[in-house]
């Protein structure tokens, strides 16, 4: 069954803080009665989905009598998925107007309990295709027209017969998935709340506890003896508890083994990778084109250390800012300056932008109790997208907003060309919508751009988002191999071994054998603060999603008709088939270097440009 409950995107950046007035306009806050007319409707409608879940066990067993049992079935369920999360939807964007309601939060509970009972009361569905066989399922498909679009979900669901065990060892895995994820739990208590972050003095005289928020912003910092001093507390505050974070984030890891082994796959990785059919080479190329382009790496920490002005760069000078852009950009000026940067991708596109930014389909500004950061929620399937954004009128926000609208026009292209059962799209496809506009973007920005310094700027700030999801995703893509591979050969991984592992992939990314970038070993400890590490190998899709849609963006500068035709094909084809061939058919091979060769080509004409600007005086 196809849920896409929160579309949204995680694009790193996003730590928008609420700090702006509420601007009045309602023009500027989502429309949710296009979702329900009144919360009695919501209610009535919640009403309603329950009864029907509790009468779908009448189709257990159903599915193999024949072919229009089965679409019967398929249709009724589709039906209802589709009813759950339009009634999820709302809930979920209800709650985030105001996180403190708890009357907003009650209903975004109830609705989570009736998608978790609807997850239960359907769980029998893919052991059932499972024991029908691939044969009489083929037989199904081509009998009867209308299973036409359940067909990728039934293959999809006959793909996983290897990695699918005895109904007895099932239950078990079942019953192991909350034990084993525990250390995930754990991290986020220690992490958020019991750690005891500690408190330094900075140049201004005030005292300040460091913890997460205080020193993501702190490491910001201009002066430099108070960027060295936040990283010596912050890394030393999780030095003290390196073995116990390492003994944890251990445990999370030899349960994704265990789990991979139990399900007959080769890896952990080859487990992870079975979701989306990614082939193993695709990671694989990433991360050897990455170590392959990182001279070119280096050539940026150079410019870094130039423009900063330190002869000894370090690693705490990494987040250091170089430039500021100082415009300011409101709503309309995102929305017009959106719209002539997406130009290139033609009318059909852009007319998508014009109605959307007409109707309200987002709630713009940040307001008291509004949840932060950005993201679309595109799962009303029957209704637009919506969008959360925190507006805060900065060169960031214009960012942001154009990203979130290449998710938003992704939703409806697929809803257009695709039903409900195939307009599932994976991460993978999802952030090349949203990336290739943050690429087009930056392009219109720099060519309109009137003075050098605001070039300068702009240059900045796109090689920084190349640092920042393309390097340092694919480093932490590798430490998550090395650290996998070293649990399956049944090594111990302490928090010390885990130490070394992390300095020998930050100061080899950081050239610091070759005087680039002085890493202290006192950083190497970073992996114990990473949450990402308790989620898979998820972080290489933001990397290939940056080599992916920057290639893309090229290409439709450089061929024009043929290749844009490709990317609207690509946003169409939604979860019609898996996100390797879409990008195939785009045009592009991610196992192949042609995408990542063609990111680092861009670094180098950036950083070209960047160095012609500061020569210029
Ligand atoms: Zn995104």
Redesign the pocket.
Known sequence: MSRILLA????LLLAATAVAAPKGDPALVWELSDLFPTVAAWDTERAAIEKEIGGITRFKGTLGRDAKSMLKAMDTLGALDKRLARLAVYASLKSDEDVRASAEQARNQSAATLLSRFGEATAWIRPEVLAIGAAKVESFIAAEGGLKKNAFFLRDTLRGAPHTLSPETEDVLAQSANPLGQPGQVYSIFANGELPYPTVTLSDGKALKLDQAAYEKNRQSSNRADRKKVFDAFWGSFKAFEGTLGANLQAAMLGNVFNAKARKFKSALDQSLFADNMPEPVVRTLIAEVNRALPTFHRYLKLRARMLKVKDLAYYDVYAPLTSIKNTYNVDDSKRLTLAALAPFGAEYTDILKDGFAKRWMHVYPQPGKASGA??NGAAYDVHPYLLLNHNDDYDSLSVFA??W??AVHSVLTKRAQPYELSNYATFT??TA??TNEVLLFEHMLAQAKTREEKIAFLNEALDQIRGSYFRQTMFAEFLLNTHTLAEKGEPLTGERMTQVYCDLLRRYHGAAKDVMKVDPAYCVEWAFIPHFYRGFYVYNYATSMAGGAYLADAIAKQGEPARKKFIALLSAGGSDYPYNLYKTAGVDMATPTPYRALEARMNRIMDEMEKLLAEK
Request: net charge negative.
């Open positions: 949204a995107c995680a694009s993201y679309m990203h979130e290449g998710h999802a952030e949203s990336i």
